[in-house]
């Protein structure tokens, strides 16, 4: 079919597709008309048309692409990052720290997922069940137990990862998509019964969560009788800004951490057993390896760093309710997997950050930010399904260039 | 408990399944053929509904009075605009992804689910849409008293009716026509097919077609029957129908109105003799259950392992 | 590095000018803007925008505009929260009229408080907004626990109902109105005979109604919105239960009436809401004014407006932008309002409440119920 012909079908289609939905909106029972509506989008679908037909043929020049700056640049990019992360949020208001805080979460929640999806290949669709434990162990621990953050922390991590170790038992059995389907019921029961256990969980109102401490001292303008409060010990004038600076150092050390965990794991023989599940399990079985131990080993330590990333994100928000733990949430942290490149611990950071930061920056299109966030999601698949970078198996590169 | 209440909820139950039926086509016919949750059939259904109450509004403007054929009329076009929309979204999302790892047509689903939500938010508003009742009235069966009745209204027959209806259509369609051998030829080896001059980019477009096309019969019923829907009704229908085709072998036609049935009928006790708080929780764990003793569903093929 | 820091010092300067920029007030308006209650969001603008419009008119605060700004949280207390950072942080705002939900409100409210930003909702009815005593925390519309009384009262004492439904949307707003009038219910010496949650953005509650055929419910409670309300009244009726069905101030929209699916379904639906603002004397001047661009100040409109007019109120006499000076002002003296005068108490509720009964007729239209049977 000719280009010509081809575009002239594509508006028609898109006129047929957007006449009913954008050319009249519903008011009550009756019709208002924006009747050019429908032209403008099959015009805009004609154009986007035309020009895909000429990009088709453009690839990246070969050397960008092949060109292997995560093993090369790897040492400057850290030491920006890292000098980066330690000037910032004394620079930033209260507001651009707190979605750096968020952001920092959702990077720990994707390493997490990534474990799981990236490495070990199993597709969990209901990732948000064990950040909603870790989340909700530290809010309701504090009003039953009067546990602290520092206890609240290791706690609700620990329970996570065997809410996500007894989840996999069972589960281990199926694989590909069965799996992602009890994952997501899974996620579900787990929301639903935070929602409906009113007596215990507060329901849809809600749990408080207080602020972790310095080293036993809080970050109140007034702190209670007898204690005293941070800005009190180090002589400072009162600043609500203290304690989410302090909140983000924690996380970025937890965040480290969990990245120089990660980095270790995968070239311990439990990480390869991972990766090498991921491509032929049968295979894995004939050569001996324990499948069951491998996979559940993986559920858990990802619901675990779940747990962890819930946990501060309670602490960062100041209380957990259940809205916060739909299945969107999960595809969101999913989403932030696939577009980093699965496996791809940089990619994976770096997509979190993209994605938290970038619809806080565009608030004056929050009306499009849905609409938005799926184009992207989309596209990406079509034209870069291995994610922003893509991930690299851990060969014996120096060895190799010997030889 | 008197019998009529356990009939009504019987009732209940089963016009609930009929719907959830009718959308869990659509997540077992695509499944079955390119082995991809379609994450965006939800939706599909979502935006059947607002083109039902968009096209009945436009044609009492032009003045049209007779429910039966207004509502013929609006099933007709609302099945065309939908097909329509399940056509596109397999060409522009899933096509170009045809090759590519398993992950990568999920997420693209996910990413289309979002924005067909937030296209009908943006066009049609956020508020609750709702349609005036058309089909009124409806019968009192078994009446014993003057509070102990089975109420089962037209709109609600008409549910089940036309569900079963287009249950027959749809497997006249698979068994015994040209189209259907090839579509059933796609699933069982799609390289095969392709090698033997089935046209397999047609095959799934159609199976696109006609999945779109039972969730558009779906959302016009469910419109006419409980009249009021919001842009976000596409992802519990969407979760629920998939629990359905999952609960009865996803693959497996029958399979889905089987299951469709039984989650509907299994939600509306739970929901009539325990608790309506916790409905939801027990369709799900039946969901968990029923995969982890019987993972290939109620009328499921299980599947063989291949080295 | 040296030209990233000149460029990040430059942005501090910016953000540090426009909040000392003088001439205008901004005052968020946050609210349900998108989602479901869009519906509630857009009586809140409307109201807020009109009211604004009209100050700014008559010469401002001091000379000063009020300048608004626009947060949607749509009735989410994840997004609530952040809209309330956002608000404080980045917008800067020097008060805030919202939330709507109230699951939205409460914690919103300790963001405000922390703050020290005066923050007015004018519809949030669930009694924590103002009970945790936050000094920055007020509303001008009644609480739960007094719509509850009015519910209660008139189904047992007007309706005569023996076998009362109570129903909710397991939200704050719409359980906190659901325990009311269960307490309330109580104290008039009836139990509940079913007391249930439904799903919020479900449609089907028909396995419900059976329900409450099966306990022989003679009125049933309500507390939600109108997306649910709708659905549930229409199938109450299909399913042949007559029982009137009573709700709370969360069904004053004409988008009711179109989820039901048309007057006669809705007909018989009585509901608690503050003594119709459109009637108020005062405020004759701005309905004609809403009318006149073409909008029906229906629901929260004019409490929106009002709303406006105290926050004014309290920044033209105090001349502070301090949010515990400004709430102090407003507890202690009463305000002339598009709604008439109101007053609060140390609490920051109004001091009167004015809910009365309203009936949905035929015509689904809502209309007061006349005082005595």
């Not at chain 1, 895909?52 to 453009?58: A, H, M, S, T």
């Not at chain 1, 920006?80 to 000037?87: D, E, M, Q, S, T």
């Not at chain 3, 004492?157 to 325990?179: E, I, M, P, S, W």
Request: charged share 15%; hydrophobic share 50%; with cysteine.
């Amino acid at each position: 079919m000719s280009e010509a012909k081809e575009t002239l079908l594509t508006g028609l289609v898109a006129l047929l597709l957007f006449a009913p939905l954008t050319g009249v909106s519903l008011e009550g029972y009756g019709l208002n008309s924006h009747w050019q509506n429908p032209f403008l989008l099959a015009g805009m679908a004609m154009i986007g048309r035309l020009l895909l037909g000429r990009l088709r043929g453009l690839r990246l020049p070969a050397g960008l692409a092949e060109y292997d700056w995560q093993t090369r640049l790897q040492r400057p990019i850290l030491a920006v990052v890292v000098i980066a992360a330690l000037i910032f949020p004394w620079l930033v208001g209260k507001y651009w720290l707190n979605v750096a805080t968020l952001a920092l979460i959702y990077v720990l929640l994707a390493l997490g997922l990534n474990i799981v999806v990236g490495l070990a290949g199993l597709l969990d669709l209901g990732f948000v069940a064990f950040y909603a434990v870790g989340a909700y162990f530290y809010a309701l621990g504090f009003k039953y137990l009067d546990l602290s953050f520092w206890i609240a922390l290791p706690g609700g991590a620990l329970l996570a990862g065997v809410c996500g170790m007894l989840l996999g038992f069972p589960v281990l059995r199926m694989h590909g998509d069965y799996l992602a389907i009890v994952t997501l019921g899974f996620g579900e029961i787990v929301r639903l019964v935070l929602n409906n256990w009113i007596d215990f969980t507060n329901g849809p109102n809600g749990v408080r969560a207080p602020f972790p401490s310095f080293f036993g001292l809080d970050f109140s303008r007034h702190p209670m009788p007898g204690k005293s409060s941070f800005h009190q010990f180090f002589n400072l004038p009162y600043s609500s800004i203290h304690k989410e600076i302090f909140l983000f150092f924690l996380l970025f050390i937890v965040v480290c951490g969990m990245v120089y965990f990660v980095r270790r794991l995968r070239r311990m023989p439990l990480g390869r057993a991972w990766e090498a599940l991921r491509e032929d399990e049968i295979a894995c079985r004939a050569l001996g390896i324990n499948h069951v131990t491998v996979k559940l080993s993986a559920f858990g330590i990802g619901a675990m760093t779940g747990g962890i990333g819930g946990a501060f994100f309670a602490a960062s928000q100041g209380f957990v309710n259940p809205t916060s733990f739909t299945f969107m949430e999960s595809a969101h942290i999913l989403a932030i997997v696939v577009l980093g490149g699965m496996g791809s611990t940089a990619g994976v950071i770096g997509a979190a950050v993209i994605l938290t930061v970038l619809p806080e920056a565009l608030r004056d299109f929050a009306e499009y930010r849905g609409l938005l966030f799926g184009c992207a999601m989309v596209m990406m698949m079509i034209w870069r399904p291995r994610g922003l970078l893509r991930s690299r198996r851990a060969l014996f590169r120096r060895e190799q260039r010997a030889c | 408990m008197t019998g009529h209440i356990f009939a009504q909820q019987a009732v209940n139950g089963l016009v609930l399944g009929s719907v959830y039926g009718l959308i869990a086509v659509g997540y077992t016919m695509v499944y079955g053929i390119i082995g991809m949750i379609n994450f965006a059939h939800g939706e599909i259904y979502m935006i059947a509904a607002y083109l039902t109450a968009i096209f009945l509004a436009g044609l009492t403007l032009l003045g049209l009075q007779s429910p039966p054929l207004a509502i013929l009329l609006v099933l007709a076009a609302t099945i065309a605009c939908t097909a329509l929309y399940g056509w596109s979204v397999e060409r522009i999302a899933y096509r170009p992804l045809r090759h590519a790892n398993r992950l990568a047509p999920l997420i693209s689903a996910i990413g289309i689910s979002l924005i067909l939500q937030n296209y009908v938010r943006l066009s049609q508003g956020a508020r609750t849409q709702g349609i005036p009742s058309i089909l009124d009235g409806g019968f009192h069966l078994f009446a014993s008293g003057p509070d102990a009745f089975v109420r089962l209204t037209h709109a609600q027959l008409l549910i089940v009716v036309t569900a079963i209806i287009s249950m027959f259509l749809l497997h006249f369609f698979i068994a015994r026509t040209a189209m259907g051998r090839a579509c059933r030829a796609v699933q069982q080896d799609r390289v095969m097919a392709s090698l033997l001059g089935v046209n397999t980019d047609r095959v799934i477009a159609i199976v696109f077609v006609l999945g779109a096309g039972m969730a558009a019969v779906a959302g016009v019923l469910v419109t006419l029957n409980y009249g009021s829907f919001d842009f976000f009704i596409g992802f519990v229908a969407g979760i629920k129908a998939f629990t359905a085709a999952v609960l009865g072998g996803i693959g497996s036609l029958p399979g889905a109105m089987l299951g469709g049935v039984v989650l509907g009928l299994a939600e509306s006790f739970f929901s009539g003799f325990v608790n309506t708080d916790y409905k939801d929780v027990f369709a799900f764990s039946l969901l968990v259950l029923v995969l982890i003793f019987k993972p290939s569903g109620l009328l499921g093929v299980p599947e063989v392992e291949k080295v | 590095m040296k030209k990233w820091l000149a460029y990040a010092c430059t942005l501090l300067a910016l953000a540090l000018a426009a909040r000392l920029e003088a001439g205008t007030i901004k005052i968020g308006v946050a609210g349900p803007l998108s989602g479901a209650q869009a519906a509630f969001g857009e009586q809140f603008w409307r109201g807020a925008e009109q009211a604004a419009r009209d100050i700014n008119a008559a010469g401002g605060i001091h000379g000063d505009t009020l300048e608004l700004v626009k947060g949607d949280d749509a009735c989410e207390p994840k997004q609530a929260v952040a809209v309330a950072n956002r608000l404080v942080d980045h917008e800067h705002v020097t008060a805030v009229l919202g939330h709507f939900c109230s699951s939205s409100t409460i914690p919103a409210f300790e963001v405000y408080a922390e703050g020290g930003i005066l923050s007015i909702t004018p519809a949030s009815t669930n009694p924590m907004v103002t009970e945790r005593g936050l000094p920055t925390a007020m509303r001008t519309c009644g609480r739960d626990d007094q719509q509850g009384v009015v519910g209660a009262e008139f189904t047992v004492k007007h309706l005569k109902a023996q076998r009362v439904a109570v129903l909710h949307d397991k939200d704050t707003y719409g359980q906190g109105l659901a325990d009311a009038m269960k307490a309330h219910l109580a104290t008039l010496g009836r139990k509940e005979v079913l007391y249930e949650g439904l799903t919020r953005g479900e449609k089907d509650f028909n396995a419900l109604v059976t329900k409450l055929r099966s306990v022989q419910a003679d009125a049933v409670y309500f507390g939600g919105l109108h997306s649910e309300a709708g659905p549930l009244v229409r199938q109450m009726r299909e399913q042949g239960l007559n029982a009137p069905l009573i709700s709370g101030d969360g069904i004053v929209s004409e988008t009711f009436l179109t989820s039901a699916g048309g007057p006669k379904y809705v007909e018989g639906v009585f509901m608690t809401f503050g003594a119709d603002p459109r009637k108020i004397p005062t405020g004759k001047a701005v309905v004609e004014k809403f009318r006149q661009a073409g909008y029906e100040p229906e629901g929260y409109t004019l409490y929106s407006y009002a709303t406006m007019q105290s926050i004014a109120a309290a920044l033209t006499a105090t001349k502070s932008r301090d949010g515990v000076k400004l709430a102090n002002w407003l507890k202690a003296n009463p305000v002339e309002t598009v709604m008439g005068t109101k007053r609060w108490n140390a609490k920051g509720d109004l001091q009167t409440s004015d809910y009365v009964m309203y009936r949905w007729t035929k015509e689904g239209k809502y209309e007061e119920v006349a005082d005595k049977p």
